[in-house]
Protein backbone atom coordinates (compact mmCIF):
# COMPACT_ATOMS: atom_id res chain seq x y z
CA UNK A 1 0.00 0.00 0.00
CA UNK A 2 1.35 3.61 -0.84
CA UNK A 3 -0.41 6.60 0.14
CA UNK A 4 0.45 10.19 -1.65
CA UNK A 5 0.60 13.32 -0.52
CA UNK A 6 0.80 16.26 -2.76
CA UNK A 7 1.43 20.17 -2.01
CA UNK A 8 2.95 23.12 -3.22
CA UNK A 9 0.01 24.61 -4.98
CA UNK A 10 -1.54 28.03 -4.87
CA UNK A 11 -2.32 30.98 -6.84
CA UNK A 12 0.21 32.36 -8.83
CA UNK A 13 0.50 35.23 -11.92
CA UNK A 14 0.79 33.90 -15.45
CA UNK A 15 4.44 33.56 -16.24
CA UNK A 16 5.27 32.43 -12.74
CA UNK A 17 6.44 29.40 -11.58
CA UNK A 18 5.51 26.79 -8.76
CA UNK A 19 6.84 23.33 -7.63
CA UNK A 20 4.65 20.59 -6.52
CA UNK A 21 5.61 18.03 -4.18
CA UNK A 22 4.08 14.36 -3.86
CA UNK A 23 5.26 12.47 -0.76
CA UNK A 24 4.90 8.62 -0.56
CA UNK A 25 4.58 6.44 2.51
CA UNK A 26 6.17 3.23 2.52
CA UNK A 27 8.97 1.55 1.52
CA UNK A 28 8.56 0.97 -2.02
CA UNK A 29 8.62 3.84 -3.05
CA UNK A 30 11.22 3.07 -5.83
CA UNK A 31 9.66 0.49 -7.28
CA UNK A 32 7.13 2.41 -8.60
CA UNK A 33 6.76 4.89 -11.93
CA UNK A 34 5.65 8.51 -10.49
CA UNK A 35 2.97 9.98 -12.65
CA UNK A 36 1.27 13.51 -12.51
CA UNK A 37 -2.07 14.08 -13.83
CA UNK A 38 -4.65 17.49 -14.14
CA UNK A 39 -8.11 17.91 -13.68
CA UNK A 40 -10.50 20.57 -13.99
CA UNK A 41 -14.35 20.88 -13.30
CA UNK A 42 -16.29 19.15 -16.35
CA UNK A 43 -13.14 17.70 -17.94
CA UNK A 44 -11.57 14.47 -17.96
CA UNK A 45 -8.25 14.17 -15.55
CA UNK A 46 -5.09 14.48 -18.30
CA UNK A 47 -1.89 12.95 -18.34
CA UNK A 48 0.91 15.61 -17.70
CA UNK A 49 4.13 13.86 -17.06
CA UNK A 50 5.54 10.69 -15.97
CA UNK A 51 9.09 9.01 -14.89
CA UNK A 52 10.96 6.11 -14.55
CA UNK A 53 11.68 4.48 -11.36
CA UNK A 54 15.42 5.56 -11.39
CA UNK A 55 14.48 8.63 -13.30
CA UNK A 56 16.23 8.17 -16.01
CA UNK A 57 13.11 8.05 -18.22
CA UNK A 58 10.95 11.22 -18.33
CA UNK A 59 7.91 11.94 -20.53
CA UNK A 60 5.10 14.76 -20.82
CA UNK A 61 1.86 16.32 -22.67
CA UNK A 62 2.57 17.99 -25.31
CA UNK A 63 1.12 21.01 -23.78
CA UNK A 64 3.82 21.23 -21.05
CA UNK A 65 6.60 20.08 -22.55
CA UNK A 66 9.44 22.59 -22.24
CA UNK A 67 7.57 24.12 -19.08
CA UNK A 68 7.18 21.23 -17.15
CA UNK A 69 10.17 19.07 -15.61
CA UNK A 70 9.31 16.31 -13.53
CA UNK A 71 12.00 14.81 -10.82
CA UNK A 72 12.53 12.57 -8.36
CA UNK A 73 14.28 11.52 -5.01
CA UNK A 74 13.80 7.86 -4.28
CA UNK A 75 15.74 8.31 -1.11
CA UNK A 76 13.15 11.20 -0.09
CA UNK A 77 9.87 9.58 -1.75
CA UNK A 78 9.15 12.37 -3.28
CA UNK A 79 8.45 13.11 -6.82
CA UNK A 80 8.45 16.81 -7.87
CA UNK A 81 6.83 18.67 -10.63
CA UNK A 82 8.69 21.96 -11.56
CA UNK A 83 6.51 24.10 -13.43
CA UNK A 84 7.21 27.49 -15.26
CA UNK A 85 5.91 30.15 -17.90
CA UNK A 86 2.12 28.88 -16.06
CA UNK A 87 -0.39 29.77 -18.75
CA UNK A 88 -4.28 31.02 -17.29
CA UNK A 89 -5.21 27.27 -18.76
CA UNK A 90 -2.99 25.16 -16.63
CA UNK A 91 -5.17 26.04 -13.58
CA UNK A 92 -5.86 22.82 -13.06
CA UNK A 93 -6.11 19.88 -9.48
CA UNK A 94 -2.98 18.30 -9.90
CA UNK A 95 -2.80 14.78 -8.51
CA UNK A 96 0.10 12.12 -8.19
CA UNK A 97 -0.20 8.79 -9.08
CA UNK A 98 1.71 5.99 -9.01
CA UNK A 99 2.23 2.53 -10.87
CA UNK A 100 3.94 -0.14 -11.99
CA UNK A 101 3.80 0.30 -15.81
CA UNK A 102 6.02 3.12 -17.52
CA UNK A 103 3.68 5.10 -19.87
CA UNK A 104 0.51 4.25 -18.02
CA UNK A 105 -2.76 5.73 -18.62
CA UNK A 106 -5.12 7.36 -15.92
CA UNK A 107 -6.67 3.85 -15.75
CA UNK A 108 -3.90 2.34 -15.43
CA UNK A 109 -2.66 3.77 -11.92
CA UNK A 110 -2.87 2.06 -8.52
CA UNK A 111 -2.29 4.79 -5.95
CA UNK A 112 -3.94 8.38 -6.14
CA UNK A 113 -3.04 11.32 -4.25
CA UNK A 114 -5.91 13.67 -3.29
CA UNK A 115 -4.60 16.34 -5.28
CA UNK A 116 -3.39 20.21 -5.09
CA UNK A 117 -5.16 23.02 -6.41
CA UNK A 118 -2.83 24.94 -8.73
CA UNK A 119 -4.87 28.35 -10.11
CA UNK A 120 -3.20 30.88 -12.54
CA UNK A 121 -3.97 34.24 -12.93
CA UNK A 122 -4.22 35.87 -16.24
Known amino acids: QVQLVESGGGLVQAGGSLRLSCAAS????????MHWFRQVPGKEREFVAGISRSGGITYYADSVKGRFTISRDNAKNTVFLQMSSLKAEDTAVYYC???????????????WGQGTQVTVSS
Open 26 to 33: GRTFSTYV
Open 97 to 111: AATIRIRAGVQDMNY
